[in-house]
């Protein structure tokens, strides 16, 4: 089984940092796309910023130029930076991970973390 362990959340006030780590272990033969989502109460789940296993990222634009996304494909593990961060990002973050495979003739499957607290406030 694979599981996604995300930390780094809590609680900046506005115009701070934050920078989030997700580590996915268990029996990995290979991880595909990573990516970062975010819930905020009583709002669909949306993406912030994915990246690929070579490298490349997609940011959706209400975070472009502020977010960052990072992978570490040795550690299996995905980084999101947060700058400039707004009350309005607050919301649950949670990591992603697609076309995992557990061995090399193993079918793609997708993983979800379990979710981090993000609460920008004064």
């Known amino acids: 089984q694979v599981q996604l362990v995300e930390s780094g959340g809590g609680l900046v006030q506005p115009g701070g940092s934050l920078r989030l780590s997700c580590a996915a272990s268990g029996s990995i033969f290979s991880i595909g796309a990573m990516g970062w989502y975010r819930q905020a109460p009583g709002k669909q789940r949306d993406l912030l910023a994915r990246?690929?296993?070579?490298?490349?990222?997609n940011y959706a634009d209400s975070v472009k130029g502020r977010f960052t996304i990072s992978r570490d494909n040795a550690k299996n593990t995905v980084y999101l930076q947060m700058n400039s961060l707004k009350p309005e990002d607050t919301a649950v973050y949670l990591c992603?991970?697609?076309?995992?495979?557990?061995?090399?003739?193993?079918?793609?499957?997708?993983?979800w973390g379990q979710g981090l607290q993000v609460t920008v406030s004064s």
């Open positions: 990246i690929g296993t070579a490298g490349n990222t």
């Open positions: 992603n991970a697609d076309g995992v495979k557990t061995t090399r003739w193993a079918t793609y499957r997708e993983y």
